[in-house]
């Protein structure tokens, strides 16, 4: 059975930086293309980026691009998530997500889901 746990979530203020953690369990982290998305109360969940088996393909939102790296860390199965001069329009909760595709290729649709974690930005 495919886990996943997010971790890091917290309350900082706008300008702010946080790391968000997904550690992956069930599977081989290594065939998995991941992705972190986000849902904000009233509103629909939303894509925040992507990341390939190999490291190599990312993909980000452009309400996040430039301020928020996604990354992994094969060996140690878990997916991060960057965030830098966080502002409280990315208040929300913050979920991994995983399905095994291709090597180079990024993106879902997802097959697994992790609880999610809240992230609020204070202004």
């Known amino acids: 059975q495919v886990q996943l746990v997010e971790s890091g979530g917290g309350l900082v203020q706008a300008g702010g930086s946080l790391r968000l953690s997904c550690e992956v369990s069930?599977?081989?982290?290594?065939?998995?293309?991941m992705g972190w998305y986000r849902q904000a109360p009233g509103k629909e969940r939303e894509f925040v980026a992507t990341i390939s088996r190999g490291h190599t393909q990312t993909k980000y939102a452009d309400s996040v691009k430039d301020r928020f790296t996604i990354s992994r860390d094969n060996a140690k199965n878990t997916l991060y998530l960057q965030m830098d001069n966080l502002n409280p329009e990315d208040t929300a909760v913050y979920y991994c997500?995983?399905?095994?595709?291709?090597?180079?290729?990024?993106?879902?649709?997802?097959?697994?889901w992790g609880q999610g974690t809240q992230v609020t930005v204070s202004s």
């Open positions: 069930g599977r081989p982290f290594s065939n998995f293309i």
């Open positions: 997500a995983a399905r095994p595709g291709p090597l180079v290729l990024v993106g879902g649709p997802y097959d697994y």
